[in-house]
T-cell receptor
């Protein structure tokens, strides 16, 4: 079945460092891909999305490009802030089994001042 | 102006009890979901409703019964609670069933079964 694999955390960075969180997916079709962010005590919020190959999603300095050839959707940010500390989830969604969104295991990011 | 709201935020109860979690969305979305997040943050879909009709029912014990009285509400009732039911339960909604439709989450209900 469809699945999402993302790098294990926690990832600890200093402020202004470059961030990459790796995400790969397996799918029978061509899903849409998403990154969500979860701050402590809150629900997940959509960070960005891409709906077809070579699309780049971006928001708040974060970017991810839909790479069909490597089935990847890695999240990047050029300069992280302490306020970016959260858990990041990669996800896919397609018509398999009724349009359910399948999430990766989440990657916790800690940013130190 | 809360978009997806769940009540209660915390629920502590004993094994064997029956409890309910309520969810309401004011976004006008057609589709609503229940997800379970375990202690390692792993999220698994439980149910999905579209316009009050059940469309996704994952392998969930039949002690869990969702109910959607209208498309803005999706409640979750749990019978005979077990220790393993302890988790954070998230309600979510999406504008439609399509592949591009992102989810809008509530802030979760932390259920602790003792």
């Amino acid at each position: 079945g469809n699945s999402v694999t993302q790098m294990e955390g926690p990832v600890t960075l200093s402020e202004e460092a470059f961030l990459t969180i790796n995400c790969t997916y397996t799918a029978t079709g061509y899903p849409s891909l998403f990154w969500y962010v979860q701050y402590p005590g809150e629900g997940l919020q959509l960070l960005l999305k891409a709906t077809k190959a070579d699309d780049k999603g971006s928001n708040k300095g974060f970017e991810a490009t839909y790479r069909k050839e490597t089935t990847s959707f890695h999240l990047e940010k050029g300069s992280v802030q302490v306020s970016d500390s959260a858990v990041y989830f990669c996800a896919q969604r397609d018509g398999t089994g009724g349009f359910k969104t399948i999430f990766g295991a989440g990657t916790r990011l800690f940013v130190k001042a | 102006d809360t978009a997806v709201s769940q009540t209660p935020k915390y629920l502590v109860t004993q094994m064997g009890n029956d409890k309910s979690i309520k969810c309401e969305q004011n976004l006008g979305h057609d589709t609503m979901y229940w997800y379970k997040q375990d202690s390692k943050k792993f999220l698994k879909i439980m149910f999905s409703y579209n316009n009050k009709e059940l469309i996704i029912n994952e392998t969930v014990p039949n002690r869990f019964s969702p109910k959607s009285p209208d498309k803005a509400h999706l409640n979750l009732h749990i019978n005979s609670l077990e220790l393993g039911d302890s988790a954070v339960y998230f309600c979510a909604s999406s504008p439609e069933q399509g592949p591009n439709s992102p989810l809008h989450f509530g802030n979760g209900t932390r259920l602790t079964v003792t």
